[in-house]
């Protein structure tokens, strides 16, 4: 079996172990670019799951990624395997926050959130504070929900085996909700995120000032997800 990580930051399981975020910015990994360092990616939830089934992990998830660049990558990943890898595989998709995009620029894809510190190019640094100062909230949320809708049909077309989560984000103040079946682990229920579900059972993040969490948390929400998905028959 192959078990497909695809998230942000949590997913990457930055900080965890090591304090890098990217393997680029250790010295002795900057060839892997902008993948999980190495020693986070040994304890992050994503291998925990794949070494509680015996499988193969695959994580393309990115820090600081947006939804955009998680669907795209995970289509192009889809698209490069046959149908008996597809037919092996469990994904695990987490939703990073609604408000981020990503940019093409000469080749080059960029993630913006609106925290109005990203580095973009000088050609695109207009653009940014633009996006940061009429950053529209409510439409974020209704198009990231539009969004993952479809790419949830898309995957149900393709028979895959996957579950979905939200990081920090919900979809709490969506109106008209979907029926996701067993695939979407409480879209619409903020104390399901993966970060309120570890704070309301008490881990911290590994430093005050950082959203991340450590060896332990991950862990636990890799139990977590396990229980989910043998619950609802998903594996």
């Not at 193969?56 to 947006?66: H, I, N, P, Q, T």
């Amino acid at each position: 079996m192959i078990i497909y990580v695809n998230g942000d930051s949590h997913s990457a399981a930055a900080e965890a172990v090591n304090p890098h975020c990217f393997a680029e910015d250790d010295p002795f990994f900057w060839g892997l670019g902008r993948r999980p360092h190495p020693e986070n990616e040994r304890v992050s939830y994503g291998c925990e799951i794949a070494n509680a089934l015996y499988a193969v992990l695959w994580c393309d998830a990115e820090a600081a990624s947006s939804n955009q660049r998680i669907m795209r990558t995970t289509r192009s990943w889809i698209a490069e395997q046959t149908p008996q890898a597809l037919k092996d595989t469990f994904m695990i998709i987490q939703w990073s926050t609604w408000e981020r995009e990503e940019w093409l620029d000469e080749g080059v894809y960029y993630q913006v959130n609106a925290s109005g510190i990203d580095h973009v190019p000088e050609n695109l640094q207009s653009r940014y504070r633009q996006f940061v100062a009429e950053v529209d909230w409510q439409q974020c949320i209704k198009q990231a929900h539009s969004e993952i809708w479809e790419f949830h049909q898309e995957l149900q077309q393709l028979n895959i085996r996957y579950v979905m989560f939200n990081g920090n984000s919900d979809f709490s103040k969506i109106t008209t909700q979907q029926d996701w079946g067993n695939h979407y682990l409480a879209p619409y229920d903020s104390t399901q995120t993966y970060n309120n579900v570890l704070k309301n059972n008490g881990f911290a993040t590994v430093k005050p000032d950082s959203w991340h969490f450590g060896a332990d948390a991950h862990c636990f929400w890799a139990n977590h997800v396990l229980q989910y998905v043998r619950t609802h028959n998903i594996i």
